[in-house]
């Protein structure tokens, strides 16, 4: 089992930016993917970012396509969530999630997939 270390969010006005960012407590050779996932109140935990490890290959969802960007450093072992021109329905709790599934780049939204995942951080945008 691999420990994911969340960090950043909190709030922020409409059209503001926030940094996510996570990383595994030890180095974890046979994590494949990264990803980011959130869930709003009374809603699905839905994918909203993904990053291949091995290629870098990502994965962002049409919903924040164009405002939001998954990056990774890997001297750092650490993954980014970029989030420009935030949105009211942004906001979310994000959790960072990890897989070592091979099929998790051609499905990155699985969450079966994804066996390891942070504590979550609350993302609030007002308007």
């Known amino acids: 089992q691999v420990q994911l270390v969340q960090s950043g969010g909190g709030s922020v006005q409409a059209g503001g930016s926030l940094t996510l960012s996570c990383a595994p407590t030890?180095?974890?050779?046979?994590?494949?993917?990264m990803g980011w996932f959130r869930q709003a109140p009374g809603e699905e935990r839905e994918g909203v970012a993904n990053?291949?490890?091995?290629?870098?290959?990502?994965y962002v969802a049409d919903s924040v396509k164009g405002r939001f960007t998954i990056s990774q450093d890997s001297a750092k072992n650490t993954v980014y969530l970029q989030m420009n021109r935030l949105k009211p329905n942004d906001t979310a709790m994000y959790y960072c999630?990890?897989?070592?599934?091979?099929?998790?780049?051609?499905?990155?939204?699985?969450?079966?997939?994804?066996?390891?995942w942070g504590q979550g951080t609350q993302v609030t945008v007002s308007s």
């Open positions: 999630a990890a897989s070592n599934v091979y099929y998790c780049r051609l499905d990155p939204t699985k969450k079966a997939y994804f066996g390891n």
């Open positions: 030890t180095y974890s050779p046979s994590i494949r993917c």
């Open positions: 990053i291949y490890i091995g290629s870098a290959t990502t």
